[in-house]
């Protein structure tokens, strides 16, 4: 049998993370390190793995109930290779180090056991579309995969060069990094948009640091039913098109 599927063979590599192909990562265990990954996303492995739902705290659970962030995982463990993916979004392995990483949970793939997850508050005036009030803080010493849509735009903060972002867009940042958010908006009606740009929401970041942003925005889930009054007609408040969305934080 002849084809050029035979040249997608497995990547040959000593790292624990290695991008097999730009949507497909490929995670080595030895069975002293487990790894926690997206439920579901396990797509193939060798060797022998064993699969299981990772528990959440009290505390963990509550801060889901309450902000709708969080993490839905699994633990992996045993002697062999794995390979995770999602909806053919591309992969990108992160070293988080002393600094830590913010991102939406919607976008995490796989993280080391190691490393300590806690939901936070992004500071705001408002409840915003995409981005949402609540975000997940990575902390300690290990790699985390992350997911786009298309291929990123990684922007460096600097002290002298602050970056804006689109609240859609944002997918995670150095948690370092002062984070202020703000309506795109002249008007004094708050939720309504900049005249007919349909751009609405975004985020400042200030300090040292980078913000990863993804070549696309948070649109509605397909079939999402759209409340009514004007504040839902603009994706704004429990009656929004963005409400619909369970990775969206609303109170």
């Known amino acids: 049998m002849q084809s050029p599927l035979f040249s997608h063979t497995e990547q040959q590599s000593q790292d624990r993370y290695t991008v097999q192909n730009p949507q497909l990562l490929r995670v080595s265990l030895t069975g002293q390190d487990d790894v926690l990954a997206r439920k579901g996303s396990m797509v193939a492995y060798q060797g022998l793995m ?8 009290n505390n963990q659970r509550q ?18 290779t794995v390979y995770f993916a999602n909806l053919a979004q591309y992969v ?23 490393l300590h997850t806690e939901v936070i508050a992004v500071d705001s005036q408002y409840g915003i579309s995409g981005s949402g009030k609540y975000q997940l803080n ?24 602050y970056v804006n972002a689109d609240a859609d867009a944002i997918v995670a940042w150095s948690s370092s990094l002062r984070v202020q958010m703000q309506a795109q908006t002249h008007s004094s009606g708050i939720r309504r ?26 649109m509605p889930p397909q079939n999402a039913q759209i409340g009514e009054g004007v504040a839902a007609q603009f994706g704004v408040g ?4 963005h409400s619909q969305n369970q990775n969206n934080a609303w109170n």
């Open 92 to 114: 990108h392995v992160v070293d988080v180090d002393r600094d830590g990483m913010t991102v939406d949970s919607s976008y995490v793939l796989a993280l080391d056991s190691a």
């Open 50 to 57: 064993d699969f299981d739902g990772e528990y959440q705290s």
């Open 238 to 241: 429990q009656q929004g098109a």
């Open 138 to 161: 990575i902390s300690g010493q290990g790699k985390v995969a992350l997911m786009t849509s298309g291929q990123p735009l990684m922007l460096q903060v600097t002290p002298d060069k």
């Open 193 to 218: 948009r900049r005249g007919n740009t349909g751009e609405g929401w975004e985020l400042s970041f200030l300090g040292q640091g980078f913000a990863l942003v993804q070549p696309s925005e948070v």
């Open 63 to 80: 801060a889901r109930v309450r902000t709708g962030e969080g993490l839905d995982l699994m633990r992996c463990s045993g002697q062999g």
